[in-house]
């Protein structure tokens, strides 16, 4: 039975919780870190000395570490004080929004500042996630410092949590895991202290935290007491049935302002969009039979363009045809690479392998043979590294990868792309590579290495 391959972010450091410091009578004092890894629990932490923390990481945590106590509470301002930005200002790593997207944060800032709770409804890929971490990133910098909540998918909290630190410089954490994992960052990461070690009433080490559905539903005493500034729910679709116990969890906890993100927000019934807008302004849509006399049965001009009316504040929803004249067009070059000797020795071989049944032509039982060909000739014309034998054969360096620049001239595309590479660098450009055969990722990996 193989072993699972070896994570290598598992040795890599994500957070330092907590520092500690001890006497050697030989060496004097000593530092010591206690580390959470990338891709592992808060409960696998463990404490390491400071030599082999890397540095930018203490760094991290002594400026957190460093951060006053702070119990007073900034007040929304009103709002009189909104403004329209006109351009995206450049936000952590030299990022800035799309037109569109810093449409969609205008959009959010204005429901904001005049206390009107909204569902941000974007079709899919047009980076609702984006637009929801940098309206937070705004109202952080009007002195509103949080805490922020972001109720997910499981599925997607790592992507949440890498956009945060791509895109912001708000302290994020992820709450999830087992009771152990949760008690540990509720221990190190929640909460501030004062000097004395004691937690700080109404005060928090985090700017935003993330966690999922599933922790609400379990009910969580802890996130429950906190005066949440602003919660924002992803895939809002979930909150349709007005009798489901997620809205059941959500009147337990303080939420001042709410933003519901989904990409379809009325899938099927008139009562599906009552529940989410009672979710949101309880006062304005107290009572679904009322909602559902009036709108329950559309047939009218009249009752559609009224509901238009009172969802067209509540709600933003783009299509990509409606932002696709805002975006570059793509251009789509296909560019034709010749076979290396090694990749037409494997594909001569593999259609004199399979002669028998080519010459036989495209019978209803000689499908599967011609498909599993093709997708042979396929791995061919990609990398020979992709045949089993053709990787034992290849020249390996001491520590087990392969020879640069044998993995380069055995394949015609990866000689072509290091010319283009090395180009489009030189030029400024960002690239992205995209394989449908993961293991051709593999070698580009250790090609780009």
Known sequence: MEEDPFNPDYVEVDRVLEVSYCEDKDTGEVVYYLVKWCSLPYEDSTWELKGDVDQSKIEEFELLQAARPDSRRTERPPASLWKKRDQSREYRNSNVLRDYQLEGVNWLLFNWYNRRNCILADEMGLGKTIQSITFLEEIWRVGIRGPFLIIAPLSTIANWEREFRTWTHLNVIVYHGSMVSRQMLQQYEMYSRDTQGRVVRGTYKFHALITTFEM??????????????????????????????????????????????????????????????????????????????????????????????????????????????????????????????????????????????????????????????????????????????????????????????????????????????????DEGHRVLIFSQMTKMLDLLEDFLE
């Open 216 to 425: 609400i539903l379990g009910g969580c005493p802890e996130l429950n007491t906190i005066e949440w500034r602003c919660v924002i729910i992803d895939e809002a679709h979930r909150l349709k049935n007005k009798n489901c116990k997620l809205l059941e969890g959500f009147k337990l906890m303080n939420l001042e302002h709410k933003v519901l993100l989904t990409g379809t927000p009325l899938q099927n019934t008139v009562e599906e969009l009552f529940s989410l807008l009672h979710f949101l302004e309880p006062q304005s849509f107290p009572s679904e039979n009322t909602f559902m006399l009036e709108f329950g049965d559309l047939k009218t001009e009249e009752q559609v363009q009224k509901l238009q009316a009172i969802l067209k504040p509540m709600m933003l929803r783009r299509l990509k045809e409606d932002v696709e004249k805002k975006l570059a067009p793509k251009e789509e070059t296909i560019i034709e690479v010749e076979l290396t000797n090694i990749q037409k020795k494997y594909y001569r071989a593999i259609l004199e392998k399979n002669f028998s049944f080519l010459s036989k032509g495209v019978g209803q039982a000689n499908v599967p043979n011609l498909v599993n060909t093709m997708m042979e000739l396929r791995k061919c014309c990609n990398h020979p590294y992709l045949f089993p034998v053709a990787a034992m054969e290849a020249p390996v360096l001491p520590n087990g990868s392969y020879d640069g620049n044998q993995l380069v001239k055995s394949s015609g595309k990866l000689t072509l792309l290091q010319k283009m590479l090395k180009k489009l660098k």
